[in-house]
């Protein structure tokens, strides 16, 4: 049975449409690794779905139920993890705490015995008295994780957990989840780092413009490009003029460039390696080429023609 049943869901700002008929499915016990470009309605999701804001038209069943009429039970066993770090700064760790748990009716040695095992999980204790204005951006992080799972909730929702933190927070955060999802807790868990997802998510849903271009299993995602060749080849000066013979190509659905690195992904028996090498040979300096494989990356940029870590960074 389902966790999350979500039909038809529109959403528009304006006339801008930002949710455009989105069905997704998420099954009790996965992590769903919900994986976009900025701008492409992953947050807009994640908000409908939990009920921050409404929706145009379409239906949401969260634990069987119809979402708006039971949007109270409902949010009371929800996790959600702001993209934007949500923390009071004049409280305590410890005092944030309080206060999330007591939105969620937990008081007394209850809520304290809560506290105190939250900030241990997310390896806090030692700061549970420290105002957060001191914390690293990662203990931040981890702060703003606690205060969604100090009421345990069955399913845990985050929105890009891992922005801008130091690489040994980024680890604990993702031990973090692979505890909780092993004692149960379904996630969903959005992120444009392709690397979190490939080591974590049981199954990949793929997001552009308001639209889930692809949902399945890395491996059912990649064998879906495996008719696809990638040429990587090493050049010297790879100019521009180098770039748009290669571009002109038969076959060829994208170049990109990387340094001195270039990529060339076309149709499969293409036969393009034997023509981009001698083009490469026109221009000179070759320090190599090769055929690879696809990879969940190329599986990203063949169905949006994007690279994910475009623009992804400055939030
Ligand atoms: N409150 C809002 N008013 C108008 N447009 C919005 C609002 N929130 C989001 N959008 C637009 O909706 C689109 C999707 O945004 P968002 O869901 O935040 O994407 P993501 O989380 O994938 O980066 C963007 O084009 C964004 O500008
Ligand atoms: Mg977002």
Known sequence: ???????DIVKRYSSHIVLDNIDLDIAYGEILGLLGPNGAGKTTLIHALAGIHG?????????????????????????LVTQEITLFTDLTAKENLAFF????????????????????????????????????????????????LVHRPKFLIMDEPTVGID???RNHILETIRQLNQQGTTILYTTHYIEEIQNLASRVVIMDQGHIIAN???????KKIQYEEKIKLEVAAPTDDLLERLRKLDGVKQVLKN??????????????????LSIAREFGGIHSISA??????????TLTGKRLRDGGEEE
């Open 1 to 7: 049975m389902a966790i999350v049943h979500m039909k």
């Open 55 to 79: 929706f145009d038209s379409g239906a949401i069943e969260v634990f069987g139920k119809e979402q708006k009429a039971n949007l109270l039970e409902i949010k009371r066993q929800i996790g």
């Open 101 to 148: 748990g007591g939105v969620y009716g937990l008081k007394g040695e209850k809520l304290k015995k809560r506290i105190d095992e939250t900030l241990e999980f997310v390896g806090l204790s030692e700061h549970a008295r420290k105002l957060p204005a001191k914390f690293s951006g990662g203990m931040k992080r981890r702060l703003n994780i606690a205060c969604a």
């Open 167 to 169: 690489p040994q927070s």
């Open 216 to 222: 399945g299993t890395i491996d059912e995602l990649v």
């Open 259 to 276: 340094e001195k690195e270039i990529h060339i992904i076309s149709q499969v028996e293409s036969g393009n390696l034997d023509r981009v």
């Open 292 to 301: 690879e494989k696809p990879t969940l990356e190329d599986v990203f940029l």
